[in-house]
């Protein structure tokens, strides 16, 4: 959808189907591998102090709490040590605050955090919030930069999906498990050793890409490293039919996924010096999660380069309020296109349906450029039923979407109030569809659409990668 992203054509008749609501990538699972703790502590009282007093000094007391557990796929660092700041927080909000607030207990956050996450389904865990009948839901921001943890945190509330608070960010001090770091050859032959042993029959293997950090994009390293892992499991287990990972998605959800049938995935944090990918093969009777960390001089130089793109963090906000919504591709949950190609959306609002309000962002010379794609002159009213399943376009809409140069990330973001809000937004959003608009980034529509008062919103963020042909 670049320059405008939207060729007008006549329509072509095609079929939409909702993907089951699935993200099998290595990030989103357990990986016994990275249970062990960092050799530096990261508990640091004053840090906590400053994040339980930006969070909840204004907030009245009595209120329930849910602090969000973090997931593989949001933490470069093992699992242990990034919920042990959610335990650090806890315990410094009862301090600063003492009998002021009450908590969903964690552990059973725990659980629904990686059922949700692992299956793609990260509204359930909201949902599963608001039954237990929180007020504030606070969730953390992690990265990792040489040494240091770089760590914030934000509230919102799960009645209506506004962001009531955000943290500074604070630098702790951190340092990643010792491991040795393997050339690239050698570690992608251990991942393919650990990933077909037992010698598995397999009769179609689904590629789902390796993905940039928790971008949901797949960079010209990720899509390298899939390619020769694909190579490599292939002269360990014989020839078998390669399929995308949407169609993996479509047949596990019909039931009629084919014996023997697995999906490869994962996922890679980009370091100084190294890499650390993980890798995941799923079945109905496996799941196998194997991490190697990768020298960076090891790397093909072309590859090196892009190993860390600047892009950005899309999906901070989705799913923190009532109104259910799924966002996919007719490409799945994270899309790869190639330049000419078209691409089509499936929306779908939950029980309560509402008003959707969807924009497209891509990057041209590092300036964004953002499209207003819904509701649009071929269908002008934003209400969508419950439980309705939208196609954008559709057939009554006489355009498609062409990805043009330039190829690299991509963002469809669409937001689902519970009235009509087309009144109160500036005229430059209202005026212009399907034409790029005077907003200067994804966070200044963020900060329109999500300061609009007396709403109940959602919000769903959709990652693609545009390649070059």
Request: proline content about 7%.
């Amino acid at each position: 959808m670049q320059e405008i992203q939207v060729k007008y054509s006549s329509m072509k008749p095609f079929s939409g189907c909702v993907g089951a609501m699935l993200l099998l990538i290595a990030g989103l699972l357990s990986i016994s591998g990275c249970s062990q703790q960092s050799i530096a502590p990261i508990h640091s009282e004053a840090a906590f102090q400053t994040f339980a007093e930006a969070l909840l000094v204004s907030e009245p007391a009595r209120q329930k709490i849910a602090i969000r557990p973090f997931t593989a796929r949001e933490s470069p660092i093992p699992l242990t040590d990034a919920n042990r700041f959610n335990d650090s927080l806890e315990q410094a909000i009862r301090e600063r605050f003492p009998g002021r607030f009450r908590f969903v207990p964690r552990a059973a956050l725990q659980k629904i955090a990686a059922d949700a996450n692992e299956f793609g389904q990260i509204e359930d865990f909201t949902r599963y919030v608001r039954r237990q009948q929180a007020d504030i839901l606070i969730y953390g921001q992690l990265e990792l930069i040489g040494d240091q943890v770089l760590l914030g945190y934000s509230s919102a509330s799960p009645a209506t999906g506004r962001v009531l608070a955000k943290t500074p960010t604070r630098t702790l001090d951190y340092r990643l498990p010792p491991a040795p770091a393997l050339e690239l050859e050698p570690a992608l032959a251990l991942l393919a050793d650990k990933l077909t042993a037992d010698r598995l029959s397999i009769q179609r293997l689904y590629r789902g890409g390796i993905l940039f950090e928790k971008s949901g994009i797949q960079t010209r390293l990720g899509y390298y490293l899939m390619q020769r892992l694909d190579v490599l499991v292939k002269q360990r287990l014989g020839r078998y039919p390669a399929h995308s990972a949407n169609d993996y998605l479509e047949a596990e959800k019909r039931g009629e996924l084919p014996e023997n049938s697995y999906l490869l995935g994962g996922q890679y944090w980009a370091f100084k010096d190294h890499i650390e990918l993980r890798v995941s093969l799923k079945g109905h009777d496996l799941r196998r999660v194997h991490q190697v960390r990768i020298a960076g001089d090891s790397i093909p130089k072309r590859l090196r380069a892009a190993a860390r793109p600047p892009l950005q963090k899309p999906g901070e906000n989705d799913h923190l309020g009532p109104n259910s919504l799924y966002l996919s591709s007719d490409r799945g949950l994270r899309p790869v296109y190639r330049i000419g190609d078209e691409m089509r959306l499936t929306l779908q609002a939950g029980e309560a349906g509402g008003y959707l309000y969807c924009f497209d962002a891509y990057y041209r010379r590092g300036r964004p450029v953002i499209t207003r794609i819904f509701p649009n002159r071929y269908h002008r009213d934003p209400y969508i039923s419950p439980q309705q399943a939208l196609q954008l376009p559709d057939e009554s809409m006489d355009f498609v979407f062409t990805l043009h140069p330039p190829a690299g990330p991509e963002y469809v973001r669409c937001y689902l109030f519970d009235r009509d809000v087309t009144r109160q937004l500036p005229r430059e959003i209202v005026a212009k569809d399907l034409v790029p608009l005077a907003v200067n980034s994804l966070e200044d529509l963020n900060t329109i659409m999500r300061g609009i008062p007396d709403t109940r919103l959602n919000q769903a963020t959709l990652a693609l990668t545009v390649e070059a042909q």
